[in-house]
C-alpha cells in the first residue's frame, strides 16, 4: 500500500496513545487476498500482562509481529510508549522510517520467539549480550555484567559459556527470555514461548514469567496455555478470524464468556 493510501486510512484512528505501553488503533493486514487483521483495537497500560487466546489462524501472531513492524499493518496505527512505530507523520501522510530507525524502536521492545532464534556460534553470554553492545552501543562490560545477572534470573548461572546445542529446548528459550531483558525494553513480547517445548519443559519456562509478571513487567503473551492465562493475565483476549471478539479480566472471559465464539473455544480448551 502506498504511503498516501495508507495516511487515508488512518486518519480517523491516529489516537494519541496517552498512558498506554502499546496501543493499537484500526489495524489491519492483508497476505494477499487473505486479510489476516480486520480492525484491531488494543490498549496495554504499563505493568499490565495481557495475554492473547484464540484458534489456530485467528491472527494472533501476526498481531503481536505489527507491534514491532516485523509486520507492516496496511491500516491503522501502532505505538509503543506514545511512539508510533515504523511510521513518521508530516502533515496529513505517513512515511515509513528507515531501516536504522526501526531497529532503534525494536530495541525498545523485547521479542521472545517460539522457536528460541539463538545465534548456535555464539556463547550464552554472547547470545544475551549481542543486541545491547551493537544496537544500544552500551560499554561491553556493562552489559556482560548485566547479561550475567539476567541468566541468573531465569535460572542459567552456570551455562553462560555453553553454546545453545548444549542446552534443553526450555534452557534455550529461557535464554532467549534474558536476551529479551536484556535490552531494558518497555514491554515483551512473547509468542507462543512454550510452543516448540516438550510437556516437561514447559513448566520451567511459565515459571520465569510468572517471575516477570510479578515484578511488574509489561507483557503480552500469546499462548494456548489457557490454565496460565487465568492465572497472571491482567486482560485476556479472545481472537477469531483476524477480529478481537472478547476480552477483559480472566474471571470475566473464563467464568463468564459473553460471544459465543468465545463460548465454544473455551468448551474445546478448558
Same mark, same amino acid.
Not at 534452557?171 to 514461548?193: K, T
Not at 492465562?229 to 459473553?258: C, H, K, S, Y
Given at each position: 500500500?502506498?504511503?498516501?493510501?495508507?495516511?487515508?486510512?488512518?486518519?480517523?484512528?491516529?489516537?494519541?496513545?496517552?498512558?498506554?505501553?502499546?496501543?493499537?488503533?484500526?489495524?489491519?493486514?492483508?497476505?494477499?487476498?487473505?486479510?489476516?487483521?480486520?480492525?484491531?483495537?488494543?490498549?496495554?497500560?504499563?505493568?499490565?500482562?495481557?495475554?492473547?487466546?484464540?484458534?489456530?489462524?485467528?491472527?494472533?501472531?501476526?498481531? &503481536?509481529?505489527?507491534?514491532?513492524?516485523?509486520?507492516?499493518? =496496511?491500516?491503522? %496505527?501502532?505505538?509503543?510508549?506514545? @511512539? *508510533? #512505530? !515504523?511510521?513518521?507523520?508530516?502533515?496529513?501522510?505517513?512515511?515509513?522510517?528507515?531501516?536504522?530507525?526501526?531497529?532503534?524502536?525494536?530495541?525498545?521492545?523485547?521479542?521472545?520467539?517460539?522457536?528460541?532464534?539463538?545465534?548456535?556460534?555464539?556463547?550464552?553470554?554472547?547470545?544475551?549480550?549481542?543486541?545491547?553492545?551493537?544496537?544500544?552501543?552500551?560499554?561491553?562490560?556493562?552489559?556482560?555484567?548485566?547479561?550475567?545477572?539476567?541468566?541468573?534470573?531465569?535460572?542459567?548461572?552456570?551455562?553462560?559459556?555453553?553454546?545453545?546445542?548444549?542446552?534443553?529446548?526450555?534452557?534455550?528459550?529461557?535464554?532467549?527470555?534474558?536476551?529479551? &531483558?536484556?535490552?531494558?525494553?518497555?514491554?515483551?513480547?512473547? =509468542?507462543?514461548? %512454550?510452543?516448540?517445548?516438550?510437556? @516437561? *519443559? #514447559? !513448566?520451567?519456562?511459565?515459571?520465569?514469567?510468572?517471575?516477570?509478571?510479578?515484578?511488574?513487567?509489561?507483557?503480552?503473551?500469546?499462548?494456548?496455555?489457557?490454565?496460565?492465562?487465568?492465572?497472571?493475565?491482567?486482560?485476556?483476549?479472545?481472537?477469531?478470524?483476524?477480529?478481537?471478539?472478547?476480552?477483559?479480566?480472566?474471571?470475566?472471559?473464563?467464568?463468564?464468556?459473553?460471544?459465543?465464539?468465545?463460548?465454544?473455544?473455551?468448551?474445546?480448551?478448558?
Amino acid at each position: 500500500m502506498t504511503e498516501t493510501a495508507l495516511s487515508e486510512r488512518v486518519a480517523n484512528t491516529d489516537i494519541a496513545a496517552e498512558g498506554y505501553a502499546v496501543e493499537l488503533r484500526g489495524v489491519h493486514k492483508r497476505f494477499g487476498h487473505h486479510e489476516v487483521l480486520r480492525g484491531i483495537d488494543l490498549a496495554v497500560r504499563p505493568g499490565a500482562v495481557t495475554v492473547i487466546l484464540g484458534p489456530s489462524g485467528s491472527g494472533k501472531s501476526t498481531l &503481536l509481529r505489527t507491534v514491532n513492524h516485523l509486520e507492516k499493518v =496496511d491500516a491503522g %496505527t501502532v505505538r509503543v510508549g506514545g @511512539e *508510533l #512505530v !515504523g511510521y513518521r507523520r508530516k502533515g496529513n501522510k505517513l512515511h515509513e522510517l528507515s531501516e536504522r530507525e526501526i531497529l532503534r524502536q525494536r530495541s525498545r521492545i523485547g521479542f521472545v520467539f517460539q522457536n528460541f532464534n539463538l545465534f548456535p556460534h555464539l556463547t550464552v553470554l554472547e547470545n544475551v549480550a549481542l543486541a545491547p553492545i551493537s544496537a544500544q552501543r552500551r560499554p561491553r562490560a556493562e552489559v556482560h555484567d548485566e547479561a550475567r545477572a539476567l541468566l541468573a534470573r531465569v535460572g542459567l548461572a552456570d551455562k553462560a559459556e555453553q553454546y545453545p546445542r548444549r542446552l534443553s529446548g526450555g534452557q534455550q528459550q529461557r535464554v532467549a527470555i534474558a536476551r529479551a &531483558l536484556a535490552l531494558r525494553p518497555g514491554v515483551v513480547l512473547f =509468542d507462543e514461548p %512454550t510452543s516448540a517445548l516438550d510437556p @516437561e *519443559l #514447559v !513448566g520451567e519456562v511459565l515459571d520465569v514469567i510468572r517471575g516477570l509478571a510479578r515484578d511488574g513487567a509489561t507483557l503480552v503473551i500469546v499462548t494456548h496455555e489457557v490454565g496460565f492465562a487465568r492465572e497472571v493475565a491482567d486482560t485476556v483476549v479472545l481472537m477469531d478470524e483476524g477480529r478481537i471478539i472478547e476480552q477483559g479480566p480472566p474471571t470475566e472471559v473464563f467464568d463468564n464468556p459473553r460471544h459465543p465464539r468465545t463460548k465454544a473455544f473455551l468448551a474445546h480448551v478448558l
